[in-house]
Every structure is written in C-alpha cells, then in structure tokens.
C-alpha cells in the first residue's frame, strides 16, 4: 500500500502570535487545519516539527544572530497552536531549520509515494526540511504548498518558494493535494 506524507512545520504559538509571530503566520491557520483534516481523511500520515530550544538560546549560535528567545521547551510559544489537530501525530522536536530525524524518519516509510510540506518560516523551516528531504528520497516527489505557509516576510516567502522549485520541489497552491 503506498502512503503519502503531510509534514507540518512549526506552527508553534511563538511563530503564529508570539515572540515571532506575523500578520501573514496568523492568516493561514484555518488553510492549515483544513488540510490536517483533508489529508488525514484521505489517509495520509500527518507529523510535526516542533522548533525546540532551552534557556540559553541566546548563547546558541542561532541565538547570536536571531536574538529573539522562542520556543523555550515546555514554554507557551513552544507548543503547536491549539487550533490544530495534533493528536495521533508524531512531532520531531528540533534544535535547529531542519530535521534530520524527520528525513530519516521518511527515508525508512515503506512505499512513500508523495510527501507534501507546510507551516511557518517558508524561508528557513520549512525550506531546510524540504532540502533535507530531497536529499534523502530523491525520487519521491515533493511539494510544498504555497497557501499553507507564510514567511519572515511575504518576499522572503516568494524568494523560498523560488528556491525549492530551482530544487524540483513542486509548489502547489490553494489547498491541493498530490
């Protein structure tokens, strides 16, 4: 049986309204939900990856150049937004953009047919878990879809987008599935 894999990136409080949060973050957590929901109906397997960081991230080399405290474990920021059907779900807490666990976690899925990424930054989660991935399963395809993210910034969202399809990273739009 072939699967197909939604892979929710960060849609943590600290990302949505918190420290970090945007106008842009706040807009696409009804698209998100729904697609949770539709895939899940559709009998994908759904997971998260949850940004995870402790009190002396301002030490950290992230920290210098972001210095902005989010997304302390255990923290309210640090959790994924209520709004958003987690249960049954694997989250891979992370310490840095991308997860290594999460691609080899992919890697070893038998019959992995598509895997479909969304969530918050476009420009640096989840276009890190989107390269790791595509370095790990080459031959899967992989899409991210558009209406399903938000970025720093809409240009830096638009400069990612860019990127991953320079990558053969599919960008969808409006809420498709593969």
């Known amino acids: 049986m072939e699967m197909k894999l ?4 960060d849609m943590q409080k600290d990302f949505v309204d918190g420290a970090l949060g945007t106008a842009e973050a706040v807009s696409i957590v009804p698209k998100v939900r729904d697609k949770i929901l539709k895939c899940r109906a559709e009998g994908w397997t759904v997971v998260f990856t949850r940004d995870t960081h402790t009190e002396d991230y301002l030490e950290t080399q ?3 150049n972001l210095p902005v405290v989010h ?17 049954d779900s694997r989250i891979f807490d992370k310490v840095t953009f ?10 070893g899925l038998s019959n992995l047919e598509a895997i479909q ?3 918050l930054c476009t420009d640096i989660c989840v276009i890190s878990n989107a390269l790791l991935l595509k370095a790990a399963l080459p031959e899967v395809p992989i899409s991210v879809d558009e209406e399903c993210c938000a970025g720093v910034t809409p240009e830096s969202h638009k400069n990612a987008l860019a990127a991953m399809e320079a990558c053969q990273i599919k960008i969808e739009n409006a809420g498709s599935i593969l």
């Open 62 to 64: 992230e920290g210098k």
């Open 6 to 9: 939604l892979v929710v990136v």
């Open 117 to 119: 990424l969304i969530g």
């Open 98 to 107: 991308g997860s290594m666990e999460l691609a080899q976690y992919a890697a």
């Open 71 to 87: 997304c302390v474990k255990g923290t309210p920021g640090w959790e994924i937004v209520p709004e958003l059907p987690v249960e």
